[in-house]
């Protein structure tokens, strides 16, 4: 990854504070960030790009990055026949940038690239009150296979 693309992660993170603040809305108490979860996730993602594993894709508009996904390799357990698989792991445009394609956009690039990869099969994980993403991954073609619950443990 050349210098340049490694200044952009530093941007992009930006972003993804945003959609940090954003979850933080559905469960206070449950999306609690690191103090210094920007920093944290600009290594994470650096890493990852530079392993191969994963791709993180930008929506530019007048030289600003407006928007950010990232998609990741996962393996699953060595019990079942298809062992990896892509994980969309996030998706965020700026407010003033929604409802323009940029999501489908990015979704067709993760696609792709997971083909690319000989996959055959993609997931991600949204929160059940985020009705704005349900909508969007519903019109995209995603149908829920299974759901993930969580309890507080206070015993």
Known sequence: MQNNQMAEVEKIAELQEKLSLYHKKFDPNFYVFNKNAKGIWVKF??????????????????????????????????????????????????????????????????????????????????????????KVYNKLGFKEYRKIMKKEINL
């Open 45 to 134: 993602a650096k890493k990852l790009i530079r392993n191969k594993n994963g791709i993180l894709l930008v929506c530019v508009n007048k030289n600003r990055i407006v928007g950010y996904t990232l998609g990741l390799i996962k393996n699953k357990p060595p019990v079942y026949k298809i062992k990896k698989f892509g994980l969309i792991s996030d998706i965020f445009v700026e407010k003033d940038y929604r409802n323009k394609g940029i999501a489908r956009k990015f979704v067709t690039e993760l696609m792709r690239w997971f083909k690319s990869k000989q996959l055959s099969y993609t997931e991600l994980t949204v929160d059940s009150k985020n009705r704005l993403a349900l």
